[in-house]
């Protein structure tokens, strides 16, 4: 029971005073009215403290443990070593022939180029009375490190060029080189065309085109010719006589006879030459003919990562030591492919030129 309504019923238990007609002096209480007033008082303020200081009852509230979350630790199982899987035999490749635009293929490294070795200073001979102990010799010299041979030519090898000009590498036109193996003997070709709006001021084809047979040291040319345009008068021939030792040279100009060296190229043979006998030096002297001359040139030469439309490659760098108003020329020889010609730049005193840049190989084993 609430404690408002016990104290309506209390008062309820107390009866209204009597109504006089006289206001002005109220009639006294009774004893036993006041006796009464007494109890009623008492047990309402017992009943008040009962409710203050009484014990509190609640409810009885049924509460649901919550759910015990168990969490265990397994170790780890032991790692598993993994076994390496035998090596698959290489399937082969149903045609011989072999187009690289992109990544080169697997070849013998390019060689460093080295200076040449000084030689051992001579040994002082020990006195003969007092003869020095086998243990006390020097060691023998070690030899020089022998260069690995660059893998064969292949029977077939085609190079396609993009032509470019000026100082800002404007694309003009396109060449192709070809070199071919029959036995003992090659043949090298070059053609070279503008295209496009150029193909209108520079008209026909430069041709190239070297004969010869392949010899322990190398190439040794037989012939070698050279077409610029359509006019006979720009056909440049080279003879070369090997028993006899002379090189006849043939053009617009005449013809003339020379003295043939040993070794001596011409504009193609050479660079396919360093194929067969890479430079083992900083430099390099080569004897090399046009068609209408013979001259002695001296290459230095670098190793050097080329960038190209095929990737990066690894190559030989070489170029002339040019006299005053010479033109530049350098060759860029891939170690990756046969030391394959893939860069070729002929540049005149006023930093003009053109540069044949190889975008894909074609080789036939």
């Known amino acids: 029971m609430r404690e408002s309504d016990l104290q309506v ?30 109890w009623v008082l008492g047990l309402s303020l017992a009943a008040h403290l009962a409710l203050l200081l009484g014990p509190h009852f609640s409810l009885p509230v049924k509460l649901t443990p919550a759910p015990v979350l168990e969490a265990r630790l397994n170790p780890l199982p032991p790692p598993r070593l993994a076994v390496p899987e035998p090596p698959r035999a290489a399937k082969q490749k149903p045609s011989p022939v072999k ?12 060689p460093e180029i080295q200076p040449s070795a000084a030689p051992a200073p001579a040994e002082t001979p020990a006195p003969a009375e007092t003869p020095a102990p086998a243990e006390a010799l020097p060691p023998a010299a070690e030899p020089e490190p022998v260069v690995p041979a660059p893998p064969a030519m292949p029977l077939r090898v085609t190079t396609r060029f993009t032509l470019f000009k000026g100082l800002n590498g404007l694309s003009v036109g396109r060449a192709e080189q070809v070199w ?21 001021f520079a008209s026909g084809k430069h041709i ?29 021939t080279a003879e070369f006589d090997w028993n006899a ?15 043939l060296p040993e070794g001596t190229q011409d504009l193609l043979s050479f660079m396919y030459q360093l194929a067969f006998a890479p430079p083992q030096r900083s430099t390099v002297r080569l004897q090399v003919t046009n068609g209408r001359k013979l001259d002695s ?10 960038e190209t439309p095929m990737g990066v490659l690894n190559t030989l760098h070489l170029g002339k ?37 190889a975008n894909e190989i074609e080789l036939t084993q």
């Open 9 to 38: 019923a209390i008062f309820a238990l107390i009866p209204p005073p009597p109504q006089h007609k006289n206001r002005a002096h109220p009639t006294k209480l009774m004893p036993d009215q006041v006796k009464r007033l007494l």
């Open 99 to 110: 187009r690289i635009t992109a990544l080169p293929m697997e070849a013998v490294p390019a």
């Open 180 to 200: 071919k193996l029959d036995g003992e003997h090659y043949t090298i070709s070059s053609v070279a065309e503008a295209t496009g709006l150029f193909s209108l």
């Open 208 to 236: 190239q085109e070297s004969r010869g047979e392949i010899t322990p040291t190398g190439l040794k040319p037989s012939n070698y010719r050279v077409e610029r345009g359509q006019n006979a008068d720009k056909t440049d």
């Open 245 to 259: 030792m002379t090189l006849t040279l043939s053009s617009g100009g005449g013809k003339q006879t020379l003295k």
């Open 297 to 306: 040139y001296t290459w230095w030469v670098v190793e050097e990562a080329l």
């Open 321 to 357: 030591l040019r006299e005053e108003g010479e033109k530049d020329t350098e060759v860029w020889l891939a170690a990756d492919y046969h030391y394959l010609p893939v860069k070729i730049s002929q540049t005149d005193k006023d930093g003009d030129g053109l540069v044949l840049l």
